[in-house]
């Protein structure tokens, strides 16, 4: 039984990295829609990954996304040789997350359960154009921002697009745009349709999708039967190279493909 099921997941870890392009897909049993220590399995397997890319890396640095599943790889991670010399940082800046939730809480918890270090990036979510621009100006968050752009590993969520906007309390204005335009997922601060294309984007410093690209090693944590259509969408931009999910994900997954 038990044999058989391990098959079965190879199996289906095997034709989802085909249908979408990946190097590598980690699919753990269960799915976290419906059993909360599916997240943690999710978390266990990312935190495994992470050690053996950082293994190759002369200078590892990891930048970090928010959300309950990172937040889930953090409550994972523990300390060894490779992860001692493992500096942490946030992805991007505020993104209307909850404390726990937000990439600098999950990066200074994630970096102390490695016993590696951190730097944290302190920005306000929903700055203006003006405070943005005079942010970008600043020494301490420029020096920041060069090492956040370093990052030879970066380990992020995907979010399905209404649930994200609610969870960020957007304006109306902006819950409008996104159903007018159909969005289904997102990811980094930004939002995307069916297709993949960006239809809207959280104005904030950090990571922007086009230094993303350029990342070495890309790896997307998300799981769950209800993220399956934002996890497709997102994986339309090409911009992650690995996927550590869940059977009720990986299923839903297979049958959109
Ligand atoms: O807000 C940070 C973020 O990583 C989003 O980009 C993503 O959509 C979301 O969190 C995922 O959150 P969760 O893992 O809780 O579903």
């Not at 890319?53 to 937040?71: D, F, H, P, Q």
């Not at 934002?230 to 994900?249: C, H, P, R, W, Y």
Request: hydrophobic share 40%.
């Amino acid at each position: 039984e038990v044999m058989s099921d391990i098959f079965d997941l190879t199996n289906v870890e095997n034709k989802l990295k085909e249908c979408l392009g990946l190097a590598e897909v980690i699919v753990v049993p269960g799915d976290s829609d419906e059993a909360p220590w599916v997240k943690k399995e999710m978390g266990r397997a990312t935190v495994q990954l992470m050690k053996r890319y950082l293994a190759y890396e002369e200078t590892k640095i990891v930048a970090l996304t928010g959300g309950t599943t990172v937040a889930a790889v953090a409550e994972m991670m523990t300390p060894d040789s490779e992860m001692k010399e493992t500096l942490f940082v946030p992805a991007r800046g505020g993104l209307g997350e909850q404390v726990e939730n937000q990439a600098n809480t999950i990066c200074a918890t994630m970096a102390t359960k490695a016993m590696g270090h951190y730097r944290l990036l302190h920005v306000p979510d929903q700055l203006s154009q003006d405070s943005y621009s005079s942010l970008m100006e600043e020494p301490k968050i420029k020096e920041i921002l060069d090492l956040i752009r370093s990052a030879n590993l970066v380990v992020h969520g995907i979010g399905e697009a209404t649930t994200m906007a609610q969870r960020r309390s957007s304006s109306e204005e902006i819950l409008q745009t996104l159903h007018e335009k159909q969005a289904v997922a997102e990811a980094f601060g930004y939002y995307f349709n069916q297709n993949g294309d960006i239809i809207h984007k959280v104005l904030t410093i950090g990571l922007q999708l086009e230094d993303v690209i350029k990342t070495k090693s890309v790896v997307a944590v998300a799981g769950g039967t209800s993220k399956a259509h934002a996890i497709s969408a997102f994986m339309k931009q090409k911009t992650s190279n690995i996927l550590v999910t869940d059977e009720g994900a990986a299923k839903a997954l297979l049958e959109l493909h």
